[in-house]
């Protein structure tokens, strides 16, 4: 049945309450589990309460979408608490970057993967989202570049391989650890996974000085 909107107040907790209802669909379930008729029956209204808030599914997944990155963006921001050295800060980054995707894998492959072959955020979205989280990135390899702790006229063009490289080497370690393990395969703990990523980002930091 139709949950009664009158307010801003009501339309908003309306929108949370069908925002967390999908969240937990696409933990629990996965992506293709968000259909509009779950995610109404999860927060105990109807589909014309989806329509209300979001527009529709499209606009439900963007939300999704926009969400992840907030998270993604808080963690990341919370590893960087007491860096002040900038390759200690891109290293802080990489963690927090690690830690989010491992804790939600079904959230991550949403933001970055296709797991939904309809679904396709805007340039525009993809470009806001990504730049809250790549900024930090960006920051801290220019205050390397200015502190001579890296070589590069393009801090930009450098923190971008950085963070391929977070991706990379934190998406390969997703994908084996939501599989069956592979017997004597060195990645094969949480804390080796860790030293990987350490290994690689240093790798690359050595190369750009």
């Not at 939300?63 to 992840?68: D, Q, V």
């Not at 933001?111 to 930090?136: H, I, K, T, V, Y």
């Not at 390899?141 to 971008?160: C, D, F, H």
């Amino acid at each position: 049945m139709p949950r009664a909107v009158s307010t801003p107040k009501e339309l908003g907790a309306l929108r949370q309450d069908l925002l967390d209802a999908a969240m937990r669909i696409l933990r629990d379930q996965g992506a293709p589990d968000l259909t509009l008729r779950r995610v109404a029956d999860a927060a105990a209204t109807s589909t014309m309460g989806i329509y209300t808030c979001f527009g529709g599914r499209a606009g439900l997944l963007e939300a999704i979408y926009e969400h992840g990155f907030r998270l993604l963006h808080e963690a990341m921001t919370t590893s960087l608490n007491g860096h002040t050295d900038p390759l200690a800060r891109i290293m802080a980054v990489a963690y927090g970057y690690r830690r989010f995707a491992l804790t939600d894998p079904a959230l991550y492959a949403l933001m970055f993967e296709r797991p939904l072959p309809d679904f396709d955020p805007s340039p525009e979205q993809r470009n806001d989202a990504l730049r809250r989280c790549f900024g930090l990135l960006i920051e801290a390899t220019t205050a390397a570049i200015r502190a001579g702790l890296i070589r590069s006229s393009n801090p930009e063009r450098s923190a971008y391989l950085v963070w391929t490289t977070i991706h990379g080497l934190v998406s390969i370690e997703l994908t084996c650890s939501l599989r069956t393990p592979l017997p004597g395969w060195f990645l094969n703990s949480r804390e080796e996974g860790e030293r990987i990523l350490t290994d690689g980002i240093q790798a690359l930091l050595t190369g750009l000085t």
